[in-house]
């Protein structure tokens, strides 16, 4: 099983970009055709949700997002305090790097499902839903926290710390493209006649998988270009890069199956959500809303370390979890 | 040069992609006539801005204005740089073509 | 059923895009991505087309010929008349607005397309011929009336009027990129053989839905993006920018149903082919034919007053005129 | 500069998309030895050019002249405007490197 | 027959490009379109090649490989030669454009394949490794021969020449990203599971026909922009760009059936590997090695001569010739 | 002008994009504190470059410089030159904006 899972095609191509930046090869994707595919994962997966929404028990799909803001609160913190022990990591980064632990990457997400697809094991669309949610809760601890840490700073310093303008902030953190793209789309799902959606299906679920691939191949080259520059982001954050997802993996885990009643496959894509970590959506909301931090440091490691640990590691780990936590 | 350039300032302001919106409101209070922006990549002290997503990317906007107004606007700058925003700026003595279709100042 | 044409997906994108760029998300389609779409969508227009010629009747083909040709005429006459009364729009402006309204918009065309397909409505390939034919002489009549208001403004000053030069501004009308690939593929949909067609029709005809409405989310947040400027235009062309496509989609629906015996169908698709305004191959021949006219009046127009209407009350309304004209 | 510097002028011509290649006819007569497109947007009297089609897109040309060559080539640039077409341009001095691999005078 | 092949969609929208060009229209991919198609049609044509190597006879595969590297070696040799005929071409040009000719065009090869694909024959896998290993020889053949190139001529002028860095060259002839994404492609798609594999077919297979024609598009608006330019480039250059798939194609048709007995299918596309020549991978590695050759020149010959010339006469030519030879 | 603004250059280099790495390298090496790359398509003695694939397009580096690192950088790119590789480049007298978020000089 574990070895099989890495060689379904969506890995294998992940590993090609990898693999090609590496030899340094001089592959390289056009300039948008990657965010260009990542729009398209975006809305099928949210078409996908929203018909699945029609089978959907009311009551566990108001848990599900209730623990999915539960959990975008919660995560956050955990990162945040894990990286503030004995003060190695200044607030500024703290807060920024944890809001990206706290929210979640899609890209991990969707390859866990291929995975599950190929396996042909079954899977609740809660997770979806949760994704969607996950995303705004995390960024907005991160701002509290780095609002804090201004605070104290000013404090130290003797003077006024600079007001911090939450309210485009804020909207940031609701109005981004992917959470707009991924929740219109659900909805759409949803609403959409079935005959309407039949006609969508080629494109948004029929040829999804190859899409994948070639999105990951891309996601290989750029994961290796972040990797190569890792020693400039030290061993404390590349540490945490890889014990965040263990922690928030477990949690998810333990919720997925105890909280939330989830089918093993369910509880996989949910442990997978807590353990992955934004690379599109949360850093240009950091980027305004805590310009101390550094942003070098963010995407390094949610891209070059999380993202890889996820995929290889992570994902037949947390299955393997999932079976044996459900077992007891 | 010849009666229909007039001397003037191009402002070059190099800013993450991410900061493009906020910038032209900055522009916008100091009411320049125009200007043009040019997707970039490059590379500082904040890394390598490679162009693979917004985050990663630059703009470059080009700002032709008087050299009174190219005052106000570095000012501007300043101030928006000490409120902790990275950005890369420079000017340059131009002459400006102030012929234009549509008989207003081009700066 | 009114309510229902508004649920097909395609609109529903449209209308997340719209939603998207209303909340100020920062939704974002890379460059070059919606064009790339749009070329897809008349490519498999055109071949889609061109594989129905084959059931075509020749007299009824060439009755849409002409019919394509007057209308092209006709239209932009008639635009050009509205747009004139009491003299408060320039006779520049009203001939480069005039000639959008006279061409026509593939989208507006596609999701009209979609809507007759989620109903299970039958219609002729003929309007698609159509289509091919009207883009070119709105143009030129465009360029006529803006040469004419050229003489005059030259006389009135006593000057000579500077001499237009025709030929590469015909060359434009007939050579744009649009109509060269709706064009050619409709004869290669024609000519080439069946079984090479179906290997085609997978990326042609299967994945056709969902790639288009992937294109009306980007075309929702543009057409916001230039809703939002509207009052830069003033209110007498926005009030055209509705009325127009009234006028134009009734006349298109009279003949339709009274001088072409289209079925229902084809006389809703010929209706919205009328009332629609290019806003992609007629804006760049006005820039060069008619630099006197502002730019962004037209573009705001189409794709920001008119494009709207016909998807959101353009549709569901011509299909009841159809119905119910076809029933007098 | 050094001796394989030469003094020289820097024209740049902002035009939007759809003139493209007429500017490059115009460049063409003018006989000049090179030039360099950028793709850009921007924001004038005409509006905001946003990329999202030709139509509202802009090119920024750099051209690189002699100060003679630049003084025909605004001229034209000013011919250019003259017959209704919208464009901005400035010019700059600049040194330019004229060693390079064909021996042919860069400016 | 012959008709019969220029009339298979892929052809006839390379057609449709070319027209477009050659009556100036304005049509226009958005950047970086063609060359995201191009990775799509590499990653299929991989996968398509990996899946079918499970079927495949090992010591045939060797024996393809094999000769894949002599075809690589020889045919740069041919074309260096015929070049370099009564001294008209200098010794780099020759050099860097006899590497373009020893390495082979995917395009070509794809459009090769919609031929058989249309006409219901037959073909093995073997000449999609050999598509892959072909690259490498030809490249260092033209790097060698540019060195002794410099060396003479440094000789004659009583300099010592400059010492050429191989390996960094080396590197790019074995790296480049065609190269990888064809190669992983090919090993993805032997390894993965079936059921994985299946999943993938509708991106990789189904559509894979439909996008190879509107790369065809653009391909005819590409040649034949280049094919404007060739009086630069003068008559004993595009004579070679006649010739020299000739004599590569049936030196191809040859080794395909003689001496790997290769079916007609199979012997034929060969025969189109080693007429056509490289336009994607070969010129930046020639740029960087060859820096005295003249760019324009090969860019040129491969794509506004060679490429044309293989798919309207070399198609039909070739296969008409393995018919032939097969039957000797 | 101000305080804050300081006299330097800024070097332009225009490159095949197949080259784009190699003057990164080269760039490295003098040891700039920075640069920004911008796409580009041209014209000059090599050709069109009209963006169809890397091969045909170019990349335009600004490199912001004070005015005795100009000066080894345009060696470096003489040296580049001599080696048989095209470049096209020019430098311009600016003025560079030296507060920054890093407080470190930005040339
Ligand atoms: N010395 C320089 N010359 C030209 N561009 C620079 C220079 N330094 C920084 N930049 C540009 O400004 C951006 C931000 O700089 P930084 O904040 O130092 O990372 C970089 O990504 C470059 O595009
Ligand atoms: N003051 C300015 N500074 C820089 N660029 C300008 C300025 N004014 C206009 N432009 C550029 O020129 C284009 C056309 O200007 P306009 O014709 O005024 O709309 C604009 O889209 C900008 O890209
Ligand atoms: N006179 C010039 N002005 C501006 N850019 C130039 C000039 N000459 C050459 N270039 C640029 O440099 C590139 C290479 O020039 P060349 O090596 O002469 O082909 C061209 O593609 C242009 O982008
Ligand atoms: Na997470
Ligand atoms: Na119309
Ligand atoms: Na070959």
Known sequence: ?328 | MSATMCPGKSVHIIVNATFENELIRVLDKVGVTGYTQLDARGNGYSGVQGGYSEGESNVMFIVLVTTEVAKILIESLIDYIKRGYPIVSYACDVDVLITNKYGKPTI
């Open chain 1, 1 to 328: 099983m574990e070895l099989d899972s890495l060689l379904i095609p969506a890995v294998l191509f992940f590993a090609l970009g990898a693999f090609a930046k590496f030899i340094n090869s001089d592959l390289k994707f056009p300039e948008g055709m990657t965010k260009g595919i990542g729009l398209y994962l975006l809305m099928a997966i949210g078409l996908e949700g929203g018909l699945a929404l029609s089978d959907v028990d009311f009551g566990l799909a108001v848990s599900s997002i209730i623990w999915g803001v539960i959990l975008g609160l919660l995560l956050p913190l955990i990162g945040y305090a894990l990286l503030r022990i004995r003060n190695k990591i200044n607030s500024f980064d703290a807060a920024a790097i944890a809001a990206h632990y706290g929210s979640v990457s899609a890209a991990t997400f969707l390859t866990a499902v291929a995975f599950l697809d190929v396996s042909g094991v079954e899977y609740e669309s809660y997770p979806i839903i949760m994704m969607v949610i996950m995303e705004a809760p995390a960024i907005i601890v991160g701002l509290v926290l780095a609002a804090l840490a201004r605070k104290k700073l000013a404090a130290a310093s003797g003077e006024v710390a600079p007001k911090t303008e939450w309210s485009p902030l804020f909207k940031e953190a609701f109005t981004n493209g992917s959470v707009i793209v991924l929740l219109g789309a659900l909805v759409i799902g949803a609403v959409a006649t079935p005959d309407a959606m039949a006609k969508v299906t080629p494109f948004t679920n029929d040829i999804f998988m190859g899409v994948l691939c070639l999105f990951l191949l891309d996601m290989g080259l750029e994961a290796a270009k972040k990797a190569s520059t890792l020693k400039k982001v030290g061993g404390v954050l590349v540490a945490f890069g890889v014990v965040m997802p263990l922690v928030g993996g477990t949690i998810g885990v333990v919720v997925g199956v105890s909280f939330l009643g989830f089918s093993v496959g369910g509880a996989f894509l949910l442990a997978i959500l807590c353990a992955s970590a934004s690379y599109i959506a949360v850093p240009p909301v950091m980027r305004h809303g805590v310009p101390e931090a550094n942003a070098s440091y963010y995407l390094t490691l949610s891209l070059g370390v999380t993202f890889p640990f996820n995929v290889v590691i992570g994902i037949p780990l947390f299955y393997q979890m999932v079976i044996m936590y459900s077992a007891l």
